[in-house]
C-alpha cells in the first residue's frame, strides 16, 4: 500500500521567511496530494491540494509543487505570518476508488515574530 | 452549509464505560472515515465506508472498537469497554465522489477522556 513520509518533524522559522515542508510517496498510481493544516485545538483543514497532471499550484502565499519521477511533493510558504503556526500533513491518494488519503506524520511549524 | 457534525464535542467517562461517537457527514458525500489522533501516534485511519458499506477496518485497535453506519447521514464509532489508553481526538471526515482523488473534510472532533 501507499506510504508518505513528511519532513521536517518541526521548523521554526522567523516571520517573513520562507517554508518548505517536504513529502514523499510510495505509489506510483497515487494522483491527488492535499495539504491540511490544523490549528491547536482544531480540525485538519484543507489549505492546497494538487493533481498529478500538474506540476505547481499557487494560492496567494502558498504553492505546492510535485515531481511525479521523483515521487515527492513539497509545500512552500512564503512570506509567513505568527498565524501560520499549525501542524501541517501532506496526503496522497492510496485508494482512489474510495477517497482513501494516506496522511504524513505532520511538520510542526512556528512562525516567530 | 453545513459540514461534518460530530457529537459529542467533549466526552469525560470512566473505564469501563460504553461511549459512543456519532458523525453526520455532508450531504452527498459517500465516503465517510474514522481517525484517532494522539500526540504519540498521530493520525490513525480507524475504518472507512464507502455507500455505507464498510471496505477496510484494518485501523482498529481491537476487538472493543466497532463502526456502523446504516444509511447515508449517520455513523457511530462505539468502544466497549473503554479503556484510558483509548483517550484522543477521535475525527470523522467525508469525502465526494469523484474521479481520481477527492478532498477529505473533517468534523471538529470528540475529545475522548477514560479516566
Known amino acids: 500500500g501507499e506510504n508518505v513520509e513528511q519532513h521536517p518533524s518541526t521548523l521554526s522559522v522567523q516571520e517573513g521567511d520562507s517554508a518548505v515542508i517536504k513529502c514523499t510517496y510510495s505509489d506510483s498510481a497515487s494522483n491527488y496530494f492535499p495539504w491540511y493544516k490544523q490549528e491547536l485545538g482544531k480540525r485538519p483543514q484543507l489549505i492546497i491540494d494538487?493533481?498529478?497532471?500538474?506540476g505547481e499550484k499557487k494560492d496567494q502565499r502558498i504553492a505546492v509543487t510535485l515531481n511525479k519521477t521523483a515521487k515527492h511533493f513539497s509545500l512552500h510558504i512564503t512570506e509567513t505570518q505568527p498565524e501560520d503556526s499549525a501542524v501541517y500533513f501532506c496526503?496522497?491518494?492510496?485508494?482512489?476508488?474510495?477517497?482513501?488519503?494516506?496522511f504524513g506524520t505532520g511538520t510542526r511549524l512556528l512562525v516567530s515574530p | 452549509d453545513a459540514g461534518v457534525i460530530q457529537s459529542p464535542r467533549h466526552e469525560v467517562t470512566e473505564m469501563g464505560q460504553e461511549v459512543t461517537l456519532r458523525c453526520k457527514p455532508i450531504s452527498g458525500h459517500n465516503s465517510l472515515f474514522w481517525y484517532r489522533q494522539t500526540m504519540m501516534r498521530g493520525l490513525e485511519l480507524l475504518i472507512y465506508?464507502?455507500?455505507?458499506?464498510?471496505?477496510?477496518d484494518s485501523g482498529m485497535p481491537e476487538d472493543r472498537f466497532s463502526a456502523k453506519m446504516p444509511n447515508a447521514s449517520f455513523s457511530t464509532l462505539k468502544i466497549q469497554p473503554s479503556e484510558p489508553r483509548d483517550s484522543a481526538v477521535y475525527f470523522c471526515?467525508?469525502?465526494?465522489?469523484?474521479?481520481?482523488?477527492?478532498?477529505?473534510?473533517f468534523g471538529d472532533g470528540t475529545r475522548l477522556s477514560i479516566l
Open positions: 465506508f464507502n455507500n455505507n458499506v464498510p471496505i477496510d
Open positions: 496526503a496522497a491518494s492510496g485508494d482512489t476508488g474510495f477517497q482513501k488519503l494516506v
Open positions: 471526515a467525508s469525502s465526494f465522489p469523484g474521479q481520481g482523488g477527492q478532498p477529505q473534510h
Open positions: 494538487i493533481r498529478s497532471n500538474v
